[in-house]
């Protein structure tokens, strides 16, 4: 069974260019989230997705958006490109199926995108 | 607020030889906490989770933790360690209970030497 997908592995941007990062969950699960993980840091939630509605978003600025689409997959977009959204951004996908909320179902997570922004 | 603090950013122990990586809570309510391993190039992989129904959680590959509310502590531990335990560990709680909004620390950095 394939597990969680992300597309590109590893993506080399400008600053201030436009980037978009996908996510395949695995079949079945209807939540996806996404997490940006700084070198040296432990990953920080940026948005939870499920049934194509955001259920949560962290602490992060307008430039990120997100989206779920028919199938369960999930797009995160950033937009302006800073040096400092250079990262590893995982997306995690669980079969929760209490709207989004609180659940024991377990996320799985993919082996993310690397982003370098120059 | 929720948070996690990992009190070492570097454990360094020698093959065979018990593990302990040490990770503080903050919660105004009873937690959901979780510990997870990165190994290189390689997603995140689900150790174990406590959640308030026994202090003592057993998780996979022979690591366990234990809840100490009187400490506010969730430390991993492991008896004897294995070389391919090298990798990275997060602890993380849950504000929701579930999967879902994970607040992970800042992360040990395990090293296993021979």
């Known amino acids: 069974d394939a597990g969680v997908t992300q597309s590109p592995t590893h993506l080399i941007k400008t600053r201030g260019q436009h980037v978009t990062l996908r996510c395949s969950p695995i079949s079945g699960h209807k939540s996806v989230s996404w997490y940006q993980q700084v070198l040296g840091q432990g990953p920080q939630f940026i948005f939870q997705y499920y049934e194509k509605e955001e259920r949560g978003r962290g602490n992060f600025p307008d430039r990120f958006s997100a989206r779920q689409f028919p199938n369960y997959s999930s797009e995160l977009n950033v937009n302006a490109l800073l040096l400092g959204d250079s990262a590893l951004y995982l997306c995690a996908s669980s079969s929760s199926t209490v709207g989004g909320a609180a659940t024991n179902t377990e996320a799985f997570f993919g082996q993310g995108t690397r982003l370098t922004v120059v | ?114």
């Open chain 2, 1 to 114: 607020a929720q948070s996690v603090t990992q009190l070492d950013s570097h454990v360094s122990v020698s093959e065979g030889t018990p593990v302990l990586l040490r990770c503080n809570y903050s919660s105004s309510y009873s937690p959901s906490l979780f510990w997870y391993v990165q190994h290189p190039n390689k997603g995140l992989q689900l150790l174990l989770k406590y959640t308030s129904a026994a202090t003592l959680v057993k998780g996979i590959n022979g690591f366990e933790a234990e809840f100490k509310k009187s400490e506010t502590s969730f430390h991993l531990t492991k008896p004897s360690a294995h070389m391919s335990d090298a990798a990275e560990y997060f602890c993380v709680v849950s504000p929701s209970g579930g999967y879902n909004k994970l607040i992970f620390g800042a992360g040990t950095r395990l090293a296993v030497h021979p």
